[in-house]
């Protein structure tokens, strides 16, 4: 398996986890948060911390999807691919200049219109 299997691997298991812990979230406050801090109990830390915990999960999946994405970036073998030498530097093709053949005729264009 190669590095790039590895990191795809990866990426798609974060991003999977990136949006499960968004789905979690309530936009207005809610959610999961409110579910754990309701009726004036402190269960497992409370509202406060719920929310503290998604959000700060939230920017390191999403931190780490962004150096997972560059990572795998490095890992590239630049783009060769196998048997692609249309770019290849070391191979230069030159179509030769081929002049058109002289004629003894002394008739230019212009005298050929004209007639």
Do not use: R, Y
């Amino acid at each position: 398996m190669s590095a790039f299997s590895i990191f795809l691997i990866l990426i798609v298991v974060v991003a999977f986890l990136l949006v499960a812990v968004i789905m979690v979230q309530n936009p207005k406050g809610g959610g999961l948060s409110s579910s754990f801090g309701g009726g004036g109990t402190q269960q497992l830390g409370g509202v406060k911390k719920t929310g503290d915990f998604l959000d700060k999960s939230t920017w390191f999946l999403a931190t780490a999807l962004i150096v997972l994405i560059l990572a795998s970036n490095l890992t590239l073998d630049g783009g060769n691919s196998v048997g692609s030498t249309a770019l290849d530097e070391n191979e230069t093709t030159e179509t030769p200049i081929t002049t058109p053949a002289t004629s003894d005729d002394t008739t230019t264009v212009n005298d050929s219109i004209g007639q």
